[in-house]
């Protein structure tokens, strides 16, 4: 059985992707979350007995911890969810921002790098870091246009300027140590399971939805399918990882 390693999936998006991989056979998940005031474990309570799903209870940025876990669920893939993610409370506060966005990350990736250097080559090959990203670390839009995987990094708020060094440091450890990473920068945070628990964000897109997009790095660029989101019936993204992060 292929083991994922969800950071931050007690959130509003990681919950509903757990949700959603699990319902797909062939996944354990483990799930390494800090609960802050943005976790929610009432989102995967029913998947909570379940064997192929383990809570840990977790930050990202603690080193110790997270060796153990990599160490002891021997992942093919690591997706990081976790992040300080509300745009507001980053301007009263930056620090906590660029604490679990860009030096949480960093641990993650350093874990993730000296995990997949000692494990054999057929299971380097097959092993992923996926970051996920927001189309705001490319800055704003106006009435019309649309961004893509080309679009300058344009951060302008300390959220996604946080988000856009967390995505340098994922480009950087692919391009100066080889580390398979992926990175979703995607604008449309609704799900089949959105609910008033957080109101889909496809209204703040409104003209921009569609244009969600997935970055692969460095060469292999993955198209996302899609699928109407349940909440307001915008066009909304859906995770590829099915398809992609196992290959
Ligand atoms: N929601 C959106 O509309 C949207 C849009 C684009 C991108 N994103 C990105 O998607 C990801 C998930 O967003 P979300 O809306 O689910 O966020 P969220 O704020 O709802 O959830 C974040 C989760 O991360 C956990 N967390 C925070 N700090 C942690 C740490 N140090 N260690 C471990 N866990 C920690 C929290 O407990 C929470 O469960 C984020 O990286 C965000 O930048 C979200």
Redesign the pocket.
Known sequence: MKTLLV??????????FILEMLDLTGYRIIN?????????PDTLAEVARRSDYIFEH?????RERVQGIIANFQPTAII???????VDRSIDGPAQFV???VV?TLNLLECALAYWRALPLDRQDAFRFL??????VYGSLGPVGRFTEESPYQPNSP?SAS?ASSDHLVRAFHHTYGLPVLT???????TSRTTAQ?S??CS?SAGSARSTTLAATPSARTSMWSRLCAACSTNASRWPMAANANR
């Open positions: 950071t931050g999936g007690a959130g509003f998006i990681g919950g509903n390494l979350d800090a609960l802050t005031y943005a976790g929610n977790g930050d990202i940025g603690d990081n969810f976790a992040a300080e993610s509300h604490q679990t966005n949480g970051q996920v990203s927001t189309d705001e959220y988000k979703a920068t995607y604008a449309t945070g609704c957080r889909c964000a703040r």
